[in-house]
């Protein structure tokens, strides 16, 4: 329509300014069109992509043996816990929700959480990159009122001004293995102290067999002189 606008009108004065201002307007409206066109399709492609992703990551989330949580630093709730929870603890995932963290862990893990959290966040913030992930073994407790070894493996999540906002965490059944390796040092204590008592006892016996025979010794000694002038009887 314009090749034909142009070959008609635009020799014409009358015409001339108007089909130069429509020109430019068409062609600029046209020009938005694409580019609008385009971002939309990358932003589409972009969608689809963290669409999949997402999937990826939930499947994995949602399949795993492996527990994974978000704690919010600020309330010190769980703003997420994937259902292998039930299959570590029992609890279901609602339930395991609207434990803090107190109720989650054993006393004594508590008290070294508790400790522990503010002494790496300060580190952190002190410049101390090693602090943005940790591993520690801790005792959790069951629905059934079992406590559990569990290895926790914490990663801080951080917003656009690097402030901590969020705790992502990873937790694995290690209850056989550590009580394995519990038993194991167990055996190895009772054998030092085997090995102790033994060393000590055979101390002993060379201590009191020491002077009887010493004197057994002598004699015999006495008996090798001695027994060229001694008689069959004697």
């Known amino acids: 329509v314009l090749a034909r606008f142009d070959i008609i009108n635009v020799k014409n004065p009358q015409f001339r300014n108007q089909y130069i201002a429509t020109t430019a307007i068409i062609r600029q409206f046209t020009g938005l069109a694409i580019a609008n ?3 939309y399709s990358e932003l589409m ?19 795993t ?34 434990q803090s963290i107190a109720d989650a862990l054993s006393d004594d893990a508590r008290a070294f959480v508790e400790a522990e959290l503010p002494r790496r966040i300060e580190k952190f913030y002190s410049g101390d ?42 937790s694995r059944n290690i ?32 201590h009191d067999i020491r002077s009887p025979f010493n004197a057994f010794l002598g004699l015999t000694e006495l008996m090798a002189d001695e027994i060229e002038h001694m008689t069959i009887v004697e």
Not at 47 to 61: D, G, P, T, V
Not at 73 to 96: D, M, R
Not at 131 to 158: D, P, Y
């Open 129 to 170: 990159q090693t602090m943005m992930i940790e591993t520690h073994e801790l005792q959790q407790r069951c629905k059934s009122g079992e406590l559990i070894w569990v290895e926790f493996t914490t990663m801080f999540k951080l917003d656009e001004q690097n402030t901590i906002t969020d705790i992502y965490g990873v």
């Open 65 to 98: 043996k492996d527990v994974i949580w978000v704690l919010n630093l600020a309330t010190q709730k769980f703003t997420y816990i994937s259902p292998s929870v039930t299959q570590l603890t029992g609890f279901t995932v609602e339930e395991a929700m609207q």
């Open 37 to 39: 066109a385009r971002r």
């Open 45 to 63: 492609a972009t969608r689809i992509e963290l669409a999949e992703s997402e999937e990826k990551y939930r499947f994995i989330a949602e399949n």
């Open 175 to 206: 209850d056989n293995r550590k009580k394995d390796e519990i038993q194991i040092s167990l055996n190895n204590t009772a054998l030092q102290q085997l090995n102790q008592q033994k060393d000590k006892f055979f101390s002993i016996i060379a």
